[in-house]
């Protein structure tokens, strides 16, 4: 397991954008056997989500929406900025990196260092620590942006209950150096490589590529992709999150000397009600301390333990003060990481909806 403190840094500006397409999962009761849908929000706590299906809205689009409040808003030079980390499974394009047309649309032209991640539901305490090592490394001022969206169902529209588990979201955050006493940002990781069929889009890279399938099977094969291309053993998964996630929380506490009585505000990843439930008993967190937002939101993957932080600002109008916040988040990988910083809550913008698209000029007929 990686553990790593940083000192003179600090988290000082965070803000959301979700797509402006509220999909209730009720109304999708009539896709499934009576009662099924009813139980299924039961469990998973997950009543609607916001959705880029069907609007063209991108991860890029959302995270980009989420930074120009914090520009605006919170009156920062975008000329500071001099490095932009960018962390999605959904990249606008296969090539080149997304970042890279992020920095020429937020127009940062002085910020050199740009690089994509997919490293998944990990995301926003991940790409803290990825921030934090390139700034101890050098930089001053890192843009983090974190998120994730899915424009289409596939070609038949087919509805399955796993994709009702999923809302999109792109977050911002400024992670930067401080001359300012303050706590240490403190991070721990862990993965678990050997569990990664847990966790599976197996077709779409080069190992199985889709000209392959759709050699093989056709038109039907691909579709079947598109539909049901994301492989998650549940009960594998389940185990995991209950188990693996608040072992690695534990021994974050035992070498760090913390326990959930030091936080004001513990995020756990809203993979679904029960694991939410499940993790915070097992780290001893009281209910009081463990906001929850994925009745409103699902499980926004990458962005989850921030948005929830926006989220919780929001409904118990909290903006202002210095809450000590730990992110215990866990995910494809199968990997864990867990992060804790102090965050100014003048500097937590309230979630936005957006429905901009960006044109880049291109369309289906432009290069063949």
């Not at 490394?137 to 087919?158: F, M, N, P, Q, Y």
């Not at 494809?332 to 429905?355: H, Q, W, Y």
Request: aromatic fraction near 10%; charge should be negative.
């Amino acid at each position: 397991m990686y553990f790593g403190e940083f000192s003179g840094i600090r988290i000082s500006a965070l803000s959301a954008a979700v797509p402006d397409n509220c999909e209730k999962t009720m109304d999708m009761a009539t896709k499934f056997p009576d009662g099924e849908i009813q139980k299924f929000c039961e469990s998973t706590g997950i009543w609607e989500r916001y959705v880029s299906t069907g609007t063209g809205v991108t991860a890029s689009d959302l995270c980009i929406a989420a930074a120009k409040e914090i520009f605006e808003k919170l009156d920062v030079d975008k000329k500071s900025i001099d490095g932009l980390i960018f962390l999605t499974q959904s990249p606008d394009y296969p090539a080149p990196p997304t970042s890279c047309i992020i920095q020429h649309r937020l127009e940062l032209t002085e910020c050199g260092l740009v690089f994509d991640s997919n490293i998944g539901c990990t995301g926003f305490p991940y790409g803290i620590q990825m921030s934090c090592a390139h700034i101890m490394a050098g930089c001053k001022k890192i843009l983090l942006l974190v998120g994730d969206a899915g424009t289409e169902r596939g070609w038949s529209g087919e509805v399955t209950k796993d994709s009702l588990l999923f809302g999109d979201c792109g977050i911002a955050a400024i992670i930067e150096r401080t001359e300012e006493v303050g706590r240490p940002i403190q991070a721990g990781i862990h993965t678990i490589g050997n569990g990664y069929k847990s966790l599976l889009t197996p077709f779409g890279g080069e190992r199985h590529n889709l000209l392959q399938l759709y050699r093989e099977r056709g038109a039907e094969g691909i579709e079947k992709m598109f539909i049901y291309g994301s492989v998650m053993e549940g009960t594998d998964v389940f185990t995991f999150s209950i188990v693996d996630a608040p072992m690695v929380t534990k021994k974050f506490y035992q070498r760090f000397g913390c326990s959930a009585d030091d936080f004001d505000l513990i995020s756990i990843h809203q993979a679904n009600k029960l694991i939410v439930d499940n993790v915070a008993k097992r780290i001893k967190a009281p209910n009081w301390k463990v906001p929850i937002s994925l009745n409103l939101y699902g499980n926004t993957r990458g962005g989850s333990t921030a948005i929830n932080i926006c989220d919780y600002a929001m409904r118990e109008n909290v903006h202002t003060g210095i809450k000590h916040i730990l992110n215990v988040s866990f995910g494809i990988g199968l990997n864990i990481a867990i992060v804790d910083f102090e965050l100014d809550m003048s500097r937590c913008l309230p979630i936005i909806k957006t429905s901009e698209v960006f044109d880049d000029g291109i369309n289906n007929y432009t290069y063949f």
